[in-house]
């Protein structure tokens, strides 16, 4: 079995932030909130049309913490979160996976790679591609 289903809860993050020196770790997560965790890459198609979907559905995601890590350069990182002008939504933290530590918990094929959690951090679900908003909006009703 995979990391993510032996181990179905948040996985041990270590996202390098944008200010590039802090850091965003598992236990800098809230508690008591659901956890959406996107890995993207900043020039896939797919992976900006999630990030759309999901701006233009904020309001049903707004008690949703959502990470998005990526293992792609510092400054592609950092266009796409400028782009999508992601600063204006507090519950959206962007950061780079430097170990590369969940393709491989993972075990992710297809971008952007979604990975839900509830409000005690257990894994609800995971999905490989563009998920439809509703069912993502949904996941977490």
Do not use: W
């Amino acid at each position: 079995l995979p990391p993510y289903k032996r181990f179905p809860t948040v996985p041990p993050l270590k996202l390098l932030l944008l200010d590039s020196m802090s850091y965003l770790t598992k236990n800098d997560l809230k508690k008591n909130k659901p956890v959406l965790i996107i890995v993207f890459n900043p020039d896939c198609e797919h992976c900006k049309h999630e990030t759309e979907e999901i701006i233009k559905n904020i309001d049903s995601l707004k008690n949703v913490q959502i990470i998005m890590a990526t293992m792609m350069s510092f400054d592609l990182m950092k266009s796409f979160y400028e782009k999508y002008d992601l600063q204006r939504f507090q519950n959206i933290t962007v950061g780079k996976d430097v170990q590369y530590t969940l393709p491989s918990f993972y075990q992710m094929h297809f971008m952007p790679y979604l990975a839900m959690y509830n409000k005690k951090g257990n894994l609800l679900a995971t999905f490989e591609g563009s998920m439809k908003i509703e069912d993502l909006i949904h996941t977490f009703k």
